[in-house]
Nanobody
Framework: QVQLVESGGGLVQPGESLSLSCTAS????????MNWYRQAPGKERELVAT???????NYADSVKGRFTISRDNAKNTVYLRMNSLKSEDTAVYYC??????????????WGQGTQVTVSS
């Protein structure tokens, strides 16, 4: 059974920092690209950051320079370090594992989400 368990969300003030973690089980973690998505109330889910199995990274323009994604394959964990948080970063943050089956089909797993609220 595949599980992605996020942790680290909470309430912070603008300008502060927060770190999220997502630990995976039931998959060969290093074979998966790992993504952080977020969804704010009334908005569509958006891709925030990606890290490939080879640790190449990519970021949404809105978080570039403020957020850092990293992974520890030995711990089956992906991290998202969020600095200089803004009110518009408020959302539920979801961890996603993206892989490919032996038939070439995409495989997607999702965590349950963790709330990040940035407010004074």
């Amino acid at each position: 059974q595949v599980q992605l368990v996020e942790s680290g969300g909470g309430l912070v003030q603008p300008g502060e920092s927060l770190s999220l973690s997502c630990t995976a089980s039931g998959i060969t973690f290093s074979n998966y690209d790992m993504n952080w998505y977020r969804q704010a109330p009334g908005k569509e889910r958006e891709l925030v950051a990606t890290i490939t199995g080879a640790s190449s990274t990519n970021y949404a323009d809105s978080v570039k320079g403020r957020f850092t994604i990293s992974r520890d394959n030995a711990k089956n964990t992906v991290y998202l370090r969020m600095n200089s948080l803004k009110s518009e970063d408020t959302a539920v943050y979801y961890c996603n594992a993206l892989g490919t089956s032996w038939k070439g089909h995409s495989i997607n797993y999702w965590g349950q989400g963790t709330q990040v609220t940035v407010s004074s």
